[in-house]
């Protein structure tokens, strides 16, 4: 079974009309069984006072631990978060990106949330 590289892009408007822990409304399926490879985070306007923070699920069920989660740094506009894998996700699992924190003054806005992956191409 070969790999291929996959990526997948949320984009966020604006993070502070959402609360820690919600799902951001949309998601994706894997095709084949997947491993995380880095998490890229963009803004427009960027967090303050504490950094952005956001976890990606597949089922549910988170693929990163609290030290590799996708952070965007208080005062940054872009940060790559690289060797985040920590749990393989199942072929056809839904990955759903969640917020664990936003910024505190300025909770970011224009987010763009990209996750790269490596999926096992289905037969």
């Known amino acids: 079974?070969?790999?291929?590289?996959?990526?997948l892009t949320w984009y966020l408007?604006?993070?502070k009309d959402m609360d820690?822990?919600?799902?951001?409304?949309?998601?994706f399926?894997?095709?084949?069984?997947?491993?995380?490879?880095?998490?890229?985070m963009f803004a427009r306007t960027a967090p303050t006072g504490r950094a952005l923070?956001?976890?990606?699920?597949?089922d549910g069920v988170s693929l990163?631990?609290?030290?590799?989660?996708?952070?965007?740094?208080?005062g940054l506009t872009s940060h790559r978060s690289s060797n985040v894998a920590?749990?393989?996700?199942?072929?056809?699992?839904?990955?759903?990106?969640?917020l664990v924190q936003v910024g505190s003054g300025e909770p970011g806005r224009g987010v763009?949330?990209?996750?790269?992956?490596t999926e096992a191409t289905p037969n």
Do not use: H
Request: charge should be neutral.
């Open 1 to 7: 079974m070969a790999n291929t590289r996959r990526l």
């Open 13 to 15: 408007r604006s993070p």
């Open 20 to 27: 820690a822990g919600d799902d951001v409304d949309q998601g």
């Open 29 to 40: 399926y894997l095709r084949g069984s997947a491993d995380p490879v880095s998490i890229n």
């Open 53 to 58: 923070i956001v976890d990606i699920k597949a």
């Open 64 to 74: 990163l631990d609290s030290r590799t989660r996708g952070t965007l740094p208080a």
């Open 86 to 98: 920590t749990v393989k996700a199942p072929a056809g699992a839904w990955v759903t990106l969640s």
């Open 112 to 117: 763009t949330v990209e996750m790269e992956l």
